[in-house]
């Protein structure tokens, strides 16, 4: 089974996993077309997280 027919596969993707994974390629391909370096992206995204106090699962902060 090559990767095309694992992910055709509903066997295959968690509960409600299509959703999530076909959101994730639809984002890539996104950022893939505007020349966005994935790699760079995800960086960014990590020092803002940081940099805001916030992670997963987390509310923002109230003042």
């Known amino acids: 089974m090559d990767e095309k027919d694992i992910r055709s596969d509903p066997r295959q993707q968690p509960a409600g996993?299509?959703?999530?994974?076909?959101?994730?390629?639809k984002l890539q391909s996104s950022l893939?077309?505007?020349?966005?370096?994935?790699e760079q992206w995800a960086l960014d995204v990590e020092s803002e997280r940081q940099a805001t106090g916030l992670h997963r699962g987390a509310a923002p902060r109230r003042n």
């Open 32 to 38: 893939r077309a505007r020349n966005v370096d994935l």
């Open 17 to 25: 996993g299509g959703d999530a994974l076909a959101a994730l390629e």
